[in-house]
């Protein structure tokens, strides 16, 4: 089965500092792979989507960018963090069958002082 | 836009009652998935339907998707302390592009 590694778990960092996510996946090839942000106690709400190297889909205009320099890492970015930044942050990975269910990381909670 | 509505959006009861949570949607979706989520860990899926009218069980838990495969229900028998979490689910639609739409959740709680 898949397991989604993601680091750090917990994350303060200052306005206008920058921000790298990793994300690595065991257990499978050719994922398709998921950032997702989450309000607390809300659903998700989805940032970018990869379905292979280089190629990053961005579903919400925002700070923020990913890249997918190999099959099995997925990195979150941001060149200047903003307040609006913070909260928790999901890395998914899922086969490409319709019915192929999404495995979460443990996710990275960020708070932007 | 697809999506999905997830009612309700919090519930708190006491253990032993009987619950519902809703998932509904105007559009029609190709499979259905509910995970649960607790706090500071990602969602884990629970179930996947796919066929309309589909009805699957997971011990206390009743999952039934749609006969018009635009809705789906969870039914929890019996509530126990420890199904206490977050409630989502999420569709694939049919011309699916590898984006799953989620619901809102619902915050579940349940009391000893």
């Known amino acids: 089965s898949q397991t989604i590694h993601q680091w750090p778990a917990t994350l303060v960092q200052p306005v206008g500092s920058p921000l790298s996510l990793e994300c690595t996946v065991e257990?499978?090839?050719?994922?398709?792979l998921y950032w997702y942000r989450q309000a607390a106690g809300r659903g998700l709400q989805l940032l970018f989507y990869?379905?292979?190297?280089?190629?990053i889909s961005s579903e919400v205009p925002q700070n923020l960018s990913a890249s997918r320099p190999q099959d099995r890492q997925f990195i979150l970015s941001s060149k200047k963090l903003l307040l609006s930044d913070s909260g928790f942050y999901l890395c998914?990975?899922?086969?490409?069958?319709?019915?192929?269910?999404?495995?979460f990381g443990n996710g990275t909670r960020l708070t932007v002082t | 836009t697809q999506l999905l509505e997830q009612s309700p959006q919090f519930l708190s009861i006491q253990e032993g009652e009987n619950l519902t949570v809703y998932c509904n949607s105007s559009s029609v979706f190709s499979s259905l998935q509910w995970y649960r989520q607790e706090p500071g860990e990602g969602p884990v899926l629970l179930v996947t339907?796919?066929?309309?009218?589909e009805v699957k069980k997971l011990k206390r838990l009743t999952f039934q998707f749609g006969d018009a495969r635009k809705d789906s229900s969870l039914h929890i028998t019996a509530a126990q302390p420890g199904d206490t979490g977050l409630y989502l689910c999420a569709g694939a639609p049919f011309l699916f592009t590898g984006k799953l739409i989620f619901g809102q959740g619902t915050t579940l709680q349940v009391k000893p």
């Open positions: 257990g499978t090839s050719n994922p398709n």
């Open positions: 990869s379905v292979g190297i280089g190629q």
């Open positions: 998914a990975s899922r086969g490409p069958s319709y019915n192929s269910p999404l495995h």
């Open positions: 339907v796919v066929t309309g009218g």
